[in-house]
């Protein structure tokens, strides 16, 4: 379990990432000394296949690092890590949860459950961290810790390959320490010697949200979003269901009933997602269109049934020009990532 500050609260840290995270977690490993004994939870976006961040992290520095398994004891002075296609919870303050839940802003694992859950288990005994990355997971998870009494830590932009995740933190969480990648580790060394000093804020009200909807079943995922959103004309990209809005630390989240759950900048990004694989598959029912066309033509053309196949020789026609408009249409369609300067300029 987390070890226990002077005020004999458990304490953990918990770190969230995704582009340009693979470097700033490895550059964090080699300069965090061998004796930091407080348990460190990550969670990095991954593809759902593979990942092989242990083993790089395990290379880079003295602490041991991990995939996280349901059920796993939270260990002092080690990286656990989220698995693949797999959220990582704070389960209580001796164990991590590991599971197939909701994705949330288009990501599985993803940053906020990890702190929310932390935050809810721990407290004032929370560290939270959020690197380089792209768009903003983890900024209302971050408020959620800061809310909690807990330490909220962002890497300073213009130190992180990625900035925009970091100013997402910033404005939501208005964290207390934003610091470079190499003043990190001996910031955590600091906290890890010192008591943990701020006191819990949190409200009943304010942490309404408190059921990790990751883990909620969909009825109870329902309840909650009729209880403090609301509707509105908006579908989910993953699953086309309802979407209410919830607004949380002065950031609007959009929430389905089975709980996958988006910022707006995620819901903008992953409905770009949806929009670039519908426009494929209307390429791809063009041309599928235009080639049975062209058999019917030429088969009804063989039998001397001129007219009839002229008429499907131009319906073929059509729909090849269709297809290459939409085709054209799908390469020069770009998914709105933001930029560096876009970032900075927020």
Not at 9 to 34: C, I, N, Q, Y
Not at 64 to 82: L, N, S, W, Y
Not at 147 to 163: C, K, N, R, T, Y
Request: aromatic content about 4%.
């Amino acid at each position: 379990m987390g070890k226990p500050d002077h005020a004999g609260r458990a304490r953990v840290v918990v770190v969230g990432a995704s582009a340009g995270g693979v470097e700033a977690l490895g550059r964090l490993a080699s300069l965090l000394p061998e004796d930091f004994d407080l348990p460190i939870l990550v969670v990095l976006h991954v593809p759902p296949t593979v990942s092989f961040l242990p083993e790089i992290l395990s290379r880079r520095g003295a602490l041991p690092a991990v995939h996280a398994r349901d059920g796993d004891p939270i260990v002092a002075g080690q990286f656990t890590i989220a698995p693949p296609d797999a959220h990582l919870l704070v389960g209580g303050r001796s164990h991590v949860v590991v599971n197939r839940g909701p994705r949330e802003n288009g990501y599985r694992p993803a940053v906020d459950p990890l702190f929310r859950s932390a935050a809810a288990q721990y407290g004032p005994g929370v560290i939270g961290v959020v690197l380089s990355g792209a768009l903003d997971d983890g900024a209302i998870g971050l408020a959620r810790i800061k809310q909690a009494g807990g330490v909220a830590i962002v890497q300073e932009p213009s130190d992180a390959l990625h900035p925009a995740m970091p100013m997402s933190a910033i404005e939501a969480a208005r964290p207390d320490h934003v610091v470079p990648l190499d003043e990190l580790a001996e910031l955590l060394a600091e906290l890890d010697r010192a008591p943990a000093e701020n006191e819990a804020q949190s409200s009943r009200e304010e942490n309404r949200m408190d059921a990790d909807p990751t883990q909620m079943e969909p009825q109870a995922v329902t309840e909650a979003n009729r209880s403090y959103g609301e509707v509105t004309p908006y579908t989910c990209p993953e699953c086309n269901g309802t979407l209410w809005e919830i607004e949380e630390h002065g950031v609007a989240k959009l929430r389905c009933r089975v709980g996958h759950s988006y910022t707006e900048d995620a819901y903008r990004y992953e409905k770009a997602v949806s929009l670039e694989a519908a426009l494929w598959t209307a390429v791809t029912a063009l041309v599928e269109k235009a080639d049975f066309s062209r058999r019917l033509a030429s088969r009804l053309r063989s039998g001397g049934h001129d007219i009839s196949a002229e008429r499907y020789e131009r319906e073929g026609e059509n729909a090849h020009r269709q297809s290459e408009l939409v085709r054209e249409a799908v390469l020069a369609f770009e998914l709105p990532v933001p930029t560096d300067e876009e970032a900075h300029a927020s």
